[in-house]
């Protein structure tokens, strides 16, 4: 009904930017809020930023500064531009969109799969 995917991931040397879009598909009636996260290997999944309807924006204190969450409604799609990196940013990452499949209905958080993210140094 739903669907998450994101995109963008790959190998870059570390101090270099990379940006990750995640694009929210099929029965949508409107999104509220969007995220991404983060698992690096042996690790807990970690928030890393988030952004609401009205564009409000959450950063963890390690990418604070660093990244970006910004969001095209009209696109459903949300991105991380992601600037200075550093080896211990790799890690896969996640992106969620809270979805209302119509008016009314409740609200459900939908998951992509991930994008691996590897920061050579």
């Known amino acids: 009904q739903v669907h998450v995917v994101e995109s963008g991931g790959g190998l870059v040397q570390a101090g270099e930017s990379l940006t990750l879009s995640c694009a929210a598909s099929?029965?949508?009636?409107?999104?509220?809020?969007m995220a991404w996260y983060r698992q690096a290997p042996g690790k807990q999944r970690e928030a890393v930023a988030s952004?609401?309807?009205?564009?409000?924006?959450n950063y963890a204190d390690s990418v604070k500064g660093r990244f970006t969450i910004s969001r095209d409604n009209a696109k459903n799609t949300a991105y991380l531009q992601m600037n200075s990196l550093k080896p211990e940013d790799t890690a896969v990452y996640y992106c969620?969109?809270?979805?209302?499949?119509?008016?009314?209905?409740?609200?459900?958080?939908?998951w992509g799969q991930g994008t691996q993210v590897t920061v050579s140094s």
């Open positions: 952004i609401s309807s009205g564009g409000n924006t």
């Open positions: 969620y969109a809270d979805v209302f499949v119509g008016m009314g209905t409740y609200e459900y958080r939908y």
């Open positions: 099929g029965s949508i009636f409107s999104i509220n809020a």
